[in-house]
T-cell receptor, first 114, second 109 residues
Framework: DTGVSQNPRHKITKRGQNVTFRCDPISEHNRLYWYRQTLGQGPEFLTYFQNEAQLEKSRLLSDRFSAERPKGSFSTLEIQRTEQGDSAMYLC????????????FGPGTRLTVL | DAKTTQPNSMESNEEEPVHLPCNHSTISGTDYIHWYRQLPSQGPEYVIHGLTSNVNNRMASLAIAEDRKSSTLILHRATLRDAAVYYCGTNFGNEKLTFGTGTRLTIIP
């Protein structure tokens, strides 16, 4: 069990550029979640997958955001035409599902949009 | 989604018990109560969760009020490594977690 990994850890981009983040969950975890966290706030839910199916998307997830989990393993979160308001920590978490309800978070990707 | 409210900050002396409160007055009967903690530049770390009964694990205890509108995370003997932001959250089954703004816990040596 190597934990949830996220890449890159930091990303600085200019407004209007597209960015893509990757999350590798704990193996055998069928649930994968994306959250966003801004300074001084708790994590806010963005979307989650059970295997490859995207089950829920938050209203925070505008049309510029898209997430995939093509083979039910790793996931990507893409932001198109980034805006300064997108600057935040993007967190990925995974869980085993069933009665094992706890979510295990990765270290996050810190996005700065200039 | 059940909203949670927590004090912004708390202090405790090292080696003493710490009681961190959380209000979740709009919680539904099937929502779980979760606690996570977060160190600077790290992702949240799972601490404990429960539904109705009090829960104990190696890290902490969770005391849930009988009406489930509040809960308390108990660290039995605080150490300097327990200094972190503690988040209380709720979820239904394995679905999304809804967090509050957290309590920043300072441990005084």
């Amino acid at each position: 069990d190597t934990g949830v990994s996220q890449n890159p850890r930091h990303k600085i981009t200019k407004r209007g550029q597209n960015v893509t983040f990757r999350c590798d969950p704990i193996s055998e975890h069928n649930r994968l979640y994306w959250y966003r966290q801004t300074l001084g706030q708790g994590p806010e839910f963005l979307t989650y997958f059970q295997n490859e199916a995207q089950l829920e998307k938050s209203r925070l997830l505008s049309d510029r955001f898209s997430a995939e989990r093509p083979k039910g393993s790793f996931s990507t979160l893409e932001i198109q035409r980034t805006e300064q308001g997108d600057s935040a920590m993007y967190l990925c978490a995974s869980s085993l599902g069933g009665r094992r309800n706890e979510q295990f978070f990765g270290p996050g990707t810190r996005l700065t949009v200039l | 989604d059940a909203k949670t409210t927590q004090p912004n900050s708390m202090e405790s002396n090292e080696e003493e018990p710490v009681h961190l409160p959380c209000n979740h007055s709009t919680i539904s009967g099937t929502d779980y109560i979760h606690w996570y903690r977060q160190l600077p530049s790290q992702g949240p770390e799972y601490v404990i969760h429960g539904l109705t009964s009090n829960v104990n694990n190696r890290m902490a205890s969770l005391a849930i009020a009988e009406d489930r509108k509040s809960s308390t995370l108990i660290l039995h003997r605080a150490t300097l490594r327990d200094a972190a932001v503690y988040y209380c959250g709720t979820n239904f089954g394995n679905e999304k977690l809804t967090f509050g703004t957290g309590t920043r816990l300072t441990i005084i040596p």
